[in-house]
């Protein structure tokens, strides 16, 4: 939810910074390229933040074994569960993260406009 809120608060100064750096004929083109990105990192960030709560969730198959007590099998898939959507949210946290670090290297000796 972080990284979401950041990149919603980013946008708007991203995009009038891209308007004031293209000329007139492709600022259109621009925008249209910032939103397709934009838009395509969150889809990406998404489906790998998911594939890993997934994989973490279901990597010890709890629900298959017979042997144990219901109640035992549901504590155990409860915390299955909740170490998966840590490791989602923590996959959250690493790619804002990385994106930080990338804008700060690559924005780094950008000029004041």
């Given at each position: ?23 007139k ?81 690559f ?7």
């Amino acid at each position: 939810m972080v990284s979401t809120l950041g990149i919603e608060f980013a946008s708007p100064i991203l995009a009038l910074y891209v308007v004031q750096c293209l000329d007139k004929g492709d600022q259109a083109l621009g925008g249209g390229l910032l939103q397709t990105a934009n838009n395509l990192g969150k889809a990406a960030g998404l489906a790998l933040a998911t594939a890993l709560q997934a994989l973490v969730t279901d990597s010890d198959a709890v629900g298959q074994n017979l042997s144990l007590a219901p109640e035992v099998r549901r504590e155990l898939g409860d915390a299955k569960l909740l170490a998966g959507l840590r490791a989602g949210q923590w996959t959250s946290v690493g790619i804002s993260c990385l994106a930080l670090g990338i804008s700060l290297v690559f924005f780094r000796g950008l000029k004041k406009l």
